[in-house]
C-alpha cells in the first residue's frame, strides 16, 4: 500500500473511532443518571475529534522521537503531556462557551469531558508503548544483524587470507630439490613471493579482477607442476571478464591436488572460464570427477568456498564430479 495512502487510512480510521468511543461514553453517562439525560452531540464531536487529533499527532511524534533519541520513559512523558495538554483546551473552551454549566455539581457534560479525556489517555499510552517497544525490537534486531554481518565478513575474510601451511611446507622441500636447477629454483622462488605478496595485499578487498586471479592460479599450478612432474597436467581455457571473490578458485584447483594425487597416476586439471548472458561462469573439474553434493559439510574447503560465493551472491553447483561457480556481471564491481 501506498505511504501516503496508509496515513489517510490510519488518519480516518483513529478519527471514526475517536467519535464512536466519544459517543459510546456519551451514551452511558447518560444512562447513568436517573433519566436519560443527552449531551450536546456538539460537545461530543469536537472533543472526541479533538482527543483523537492528539492520539495522531502523538503517535507520529513518538514514532519521529523513537529514532532520535533512546530515552523512552521522555518519549512517554512527552506523549501523556501531549494529550493533557489537548484536554485541558477542550475544558477550556467548554468553559468559555458554558461558564454557568460548572455550577452544577451533577453536570452530565464536565463528567464526560473528564471520563472522555481519561479513555484517550489511556488508548495513548498503550499506542505510544507500543510504539516504543517496537522500535526497541527493530533496534535489538538491527544490532543482531550487523553483528551477524560483521561476524561473517570477519570469517570469509579471515579465511579468505589463509595460505595452506603444507602447500608453503612442500614448496620449501621443492625448493630445495632445485638447487642444482637455479633457473628453475629462481622462477619458484618469483611465484612464491608473488602468491604471498597477492594473499597479503587483497586485505579489505572484496573483489578482485578475474585477470589477477587467474594469474595467481597460474602460478600456484606452475609450483604444483615441477613437484609432481608428468604426473599432473592442467588447462586454463578463458573467455570472460569481470571482478570476483578473492581467492575463490585456488582453493578448488587445491582441494583436487590435495584428494587426487595420491590416488591416481596422472592427474589431469580443467579451468574453463565463459560468460552466459549475464553470468560469468567458472568451472573447474579434474580427470576423477569425484565430487559428490554430500561431500558439503564433510570438510572445510568446499563448505567454506561454497559460503563465500553464495554471501557475495553467486551461485555454487556440483555438476559432473566438478564444481561450477557462476556470477551476474552487475555484482561483480570493484570495491
Known amino acids: 500500500m501506498n505511504k501516503n495512502l496508509t496515513h489517510v487510512v ?17 451514551l452511558i453517562i447518560g ?6 439525560i443527552w449531551i450536546s452531540p456538539r460537545i461530543i464531536i469536537i472533543d472526541s475529534l479533538s482527543l483523537g487529533l492528539a492520539i495522531l499527532v502523538s503517535l507520529y511524534f513518538s514514532r519521529f522521537l523513537a529514532v532520535k533519541t533512546r530515552s523512552k520513559s521522555l518519549i512517554l512523558l512527552l506523549s501523556f503531556s501531549l494529550m493533557l495538554g489537548a484536554g485541558i483546551i477542550s475544558f477550556a473552551g ?14 452530565r457534560t464536565v463528567t464526560f469531558l473528564l471520563v472522555n479525556l481519561l479513555f484517550f489517555i489511556t488508548i495513548n499510552i498503550i499506542t505510544s508503548g507500543f510504539v516504543v517497544f ?16 560483521l561476524k561473517t565478513q570477519m570469517e570469509l575474510e579471515l579465511l579468505a587470507s589463509k595460505i595452506n601451511p603444507h602447500f608453503l611446507f612442500n614448496s620449501l622441500n621443492l625448493l630445495l630439490s ?17 602468491l604471498l605478496r597477492y594473499h597479503l595485499d587483497i586485505g579489505d578487498t572484496k573483489t578482485v579482477s578475474l585477470k589477477s586471479e587467474l594469474s595467481m592460479v597460474e602460478k600456484y599450478l606452475f609450483i604444483q607442476k615441477l ?8 588447462q586454463i581455457d578463458c573467455h570472460g571478464t ?27 586439471i580443467s579451468l574453463k572460464i565463459t560468460e552466459e548472458g549475464d553470468q560469468l561462469v567458472i568451472s573447474i573439474a579434474d580427470s576423477m570427477a569425484g565430487i559428490r553434493p554430500e561431500m558439503l559439510g564433510q570438510g572445510i574447503g568446499l563448505t567454506v568456498t561454497k559460503k563465500r560465493v553464495e554471501y557475495f551472491g553467486g551461485s555454487f553447483l556440483i555438476k559432473n564430479g566438478g564444481i561450477e561457480l557462476s556470477f551476474s556481471h552487475d555484482k561483480n564491481t570493484n570495491s
Open 134 to 149: 517496537q522500535q526497541t525490537v527493530i533496534e535489538k534486531e538491527k544490532a543482531l544483524n550487523e553483528e551477524k554481518v
Open 242 to 268: 569481470g571482478n570476483i571473490p578473492p581467492l575463490i578458485i585456488q582453493p578448488l584447483v587445491e582441494n583436487s591436488i590435495k584428494h587426487n594425487m595420491d590416488i591416481t597416476d596422472h592427474l589431469s
Open 94 to 107: 467548554f468553559f468559555l462557551s458554558n461558564p454557568a454549566s460548572f455550577l452544577y455539581s451533577d453536570n
Open 178 to 194: 632445485l638447487l642444482k636447477t637455479p633457473d628453475k629454483a629462481e622462477e619458484t622462488v618469483i611465484n612464491l613471493s608473488e
Open 227 to 234: 613437484r609432481f612432474g608428468e604426473k599432473l597436467t592442467y
Open 31 to 36: 444512562l447513568s443518571y436517573d433519566a436519560i
Open 10 to 26: 490510519i488518519t480516518v480510521s483513529v478519527l471514526a473511532f475517536s467519535l464512536l468511543l466519544g459517543g459510546g461514553l456519551s
